[in-house]
């Protein structure tokens, strides 16, 4: 069946710009989240959904990154006056429920160069 | 903080077990030990988990010391494919997220 897909696969952007990064997760399942993988370094968290909410936004840098699941299903991260310091591999995973020992799914990610 | 410490890179022969190592020494009773695996340009990959017990599945087993201060991930006849960075995570129940570190860098050569 479907994995978890994600897209654009790269994207290249100029300092300052706005972005948005999209995460369609494995169909029925309600808990989702995103990570950030800087190079050489494990996936760190920023952002936990159950169902339309954000649960857990504590590993979000700063305000400048937003992230919204409006119908629970699709999310959309965005980053808004984006930094060199923001270049990384974005990561989305979800999962059937978010609770007990639930198995996390990762899509391919997508890879942010910020000029 | 981290939890765990795991080699930073590993060679292994095509066709050999792989055994990759992971200590956990400040492990709490209800923390459970958890293998990703994340092979290049691919997002991270559920391997197997395990509390005290050890388990096997169709892609590794997991050895856990008595005293859960450390545990080995077994890839039994590794391959090409098997070429990847291998984490090495403790998670308790209530964590929906995961914690993962720098991993291990395992390159299977044949």
């Known amino acids: 069946g479907a994995g978890v897909s994600q897209t654009p696969s790269n994207k290249v952007t100029e300092k300052g710009k706005y972005v948005e990064l999209r995460c369609d997760p494995i169909?029925?399942?309600?808990?989702l989240y995103w990570y950030r993988q800087s190079l050489g370094q494990g996936p760190e968290f920023l952002i936990y959904?159950?169902?339309?909410?954000?649960?857990?936004d504590s590993g979000l840098p700063n305000d400048r990154f937003f992230a919204v699941r409006p119908e629970g299903s699709v999310s959309t991260l965005k980053i808004q006056r984006t930094e060199r310091g923001d270049s990384a591999v974005y990561l989305c995973?979800?999962?059937?429920?978010?609770?007990?020992?639930?198995?996390?799914?990762f899509g391919p990610g997508t890879r942010l160069t910020v000029l | 903080d981290a939890k765990t410490t795991q080699p930073t890179s590993m060679d292994c022969a095509e066709g050999r077990a792989a055994n990759l190592p992971c200590n956990h020494s400040?492990?709490?009773?209800?923390?459970?030990v958890y293998w990703y695996r994340q092979i290049h340009s691919q997002g991270p990959q559920y391997i197997i988990h395990?509390?005290?017990n050890n388990e096997t599945n169709e892609m590794a087993s997991l050895i856990i010391t008595e005293d859960r201060k450390s545990s080995t991930l077994i890839l039994p006849h590794a391959t090409l494919r098997d070429t990847a960075v291998y984490y090495c995570?403790?998670?308790?129940?209530?964590?929906?997220?995961?914690?993962f570190g720098a991993g291990t860098t395992v390159t299977v050569r044949a």
């Open positions: 995973a979800s999962s059937l429920t978010g609770q007990g020992l639930d198995e996390q799914f």
């Open positions: 169909s029925g399942h309600t808990a």
């Open positions: 959904f159950q169902g339309t909410g954000a649960a857990d």
């Open positions: 400040t492990i709490s009773g209800n923390e459970y």
């Open positions: 395990g509390l005290k």
């Open positions: 995570i403790v998670r308790a129940l209530a964590d929906y997220k995961l914690s």
